[in-house]
Each structure stands twice: as C-alpha cells, then as structure tokens.
C-alpha cells in the first residue's frame, strides 16, 4: 500500500536486476518492485517479456520519499548508472526490453525529465545523445518472485559479478550522501 506522503517512480535502465540493485540501496526509497511497463498486453510474463515482442520494457516501480530524495535526484542517480545513450541496449542485453526509459506518473515528473534530460545534454556528460524514452505511465506488472532482490539473492552469480557490481560501485562513488546506512 502506497503512503499519502510518498511517490511512484517508474523506470527503465535495462535489465531490472540492475536497477532494482541500484535503487533499493537510496536513502528516502521504501519499495522497488521489478516488472515490466510500456507494452501492448495485459499480465505479460517474463518469458514473454524476453522475447521483445510484447513492447513492454523491463522496468522498477519505486515508491519514495521525495522529502528525502527527490524525483530529479532519482533521475540522476539513473542516468548515472546505466547508459541511456544506446537505443535498446545496456551492455550485452540486446532489445526493446532493455530500452532506456522514464515512465512518468505526474505532468510535474514529466516536466522534470525533461529538464534533467536537457541539462544532462546540454552540459555533454555522454558523447552520443540521449535515447530515453519519456512517455507517461500506463500499466505496470509485478515481474515474477523470483525476481525480487535478485542481486541481493545471487551475488555470486557471475551476471552480478560483472554488470551489477560496477553499478553499485559507481553508485557509492557518486552519490554516497544518498545512501542507506
């Protein structure tokens, strides 16, 4: 249940593994749920999902405090851990599953990726222009159990080792004010 005080986010980084990683670490986060949002049919499931022939990107729902964190700090953070410069791509994830995108749930998150987007472009963090997708929310489906906290579960799991690892770190480097103690 979802407090009056608090905010959904809606994100795509790729694998949501990876995401999900990166946001249950962040101060003010109360929730990550991994799933998908963007697509054409109705409780898809992962193995469909995979097949990139559903339309939906595999995605994290954060509930947040934004008296702790913000939705632009959030923003931040997921432009800063993955790469939102390769078109249904992040590292060996290849498809439209893997898109980069924000799905917004207010026109005010609207308007703040976008002005996030603009300033990140217009100060030439990333050599390649910005390819993520900014469309409002629509549905959005729970992935299987097994699926939560997966990084937390499989560490030694060497797709953990090599792509979730470096994000965590870049996570620490960049923003170790905003992490959970």
């Given at each position: ?25 962040v ?86 990726a ?11 963090i ?36 090599v ?19």
């Open positions: 249940m979802i407090d009056k005080n608090t905010e959904i986010a809606i994100l795509a980084g790729g694998c949501f593994w990876c995401t999900e990683a990166v946001f249950e670490r101060v003010g986060v109360i929730d990550v749920i991994p799933g998908f949002s963007g697509g054409a049919i109705k409780n898809p499931a992962y193995r469909e999902i995979i097949t990139g022939r559903t339309g939906h990107a595999e995605a994290i729902q954060i509930e947040f405090d934004p008296k702790i964190t913000s939705f632009e700090e959030l923003l931040y953070i997921f432009f800063s851990t993955h790469d939102p410069t390769t078109l249904n791509r992040q590292q060996y994830d290849v498809g439209t599953q893997y898109r980069s995108a924000i799905f917004y749930t207010s026109e005010d998150q609207h308007k703040i976008k002005k996030v987007i603009d300033r990140i472009t217009s100060e030439n990333f050599n390649d222009p910005i390819v993520t997708e900014v469309t409002e929310a629509g549905a959005f489906y729970k992935a299987e159990e097994e699926h939560k906290e997966y990084y937390s579960n499989h560490r030694q799991q060497q797709y953990c080792q792509i979730i690892d470096p994000k965590i770190k870049k996570l620490k480097e960049l923003f170790s004010e905003k992490l959970k103690k």
